[in-house]
């Protein structure tokens, strides 16, 4: 089954960057779309970007991201990427990723996540 570690995550105020990663083991990256999810503190994990497999050439955004995060993957390095841009307080939340399977189910195992916090 696939494991995920997520970092990057961090303290930053709003309008700021961060740069999250997710690295991969235990099976073959590339044949998995990739996606990274968020949970706020008395929220339902909720989905916020996704990427196809084999390269990556489609993605997708929940609406209260787009054009300001973007995903990417290298699967020479197991490893998939959020940028987020112009960062706002709602934003703050713990960063997962995950293989989707379904809208429900997922090839690999959670991670730890990583925790991001905008604030002034």
């Known amino acids: 089954q696939v494991q995920f570690a997520e970092t990057g995550g961090g303290l930053v105020q709003p309008g700021g960057s961060l740069r999250l990663s997710c690295a991969a083991s235990?099976?073959?990256?590339?044949?998995?779309?990739m996606a990274w999810y968020r949970q706020a503190p008395g929220k339902q994990r909720e989905l916020v970007a996704e990427?196809?497999?084999?390269?990556?050439?489609?993605?997708n955004y929940a609406d209260s991201v787009q054009g300001r995060f973007t995903i990417s993957r290298d699967d020479a390095k197991n490893t998939v990427y959020l940028q987020m841009n112009s960062l706002k307080p709602e934003d703050t939340a713990v960063y997962y990723c995950n293989a989707p399977r379904s809208s429900t189910t997922y090839y690999g195992r959670w991670g730890q996540g990583t925790q991001v916090t905008v604030s002034s």
């Open positions: 235990g099976s073959i990256f590339s044949i998995y779309a």
């Open positions: 990427i196809t497999a084999g390269g990556g050439g489609n993605t």
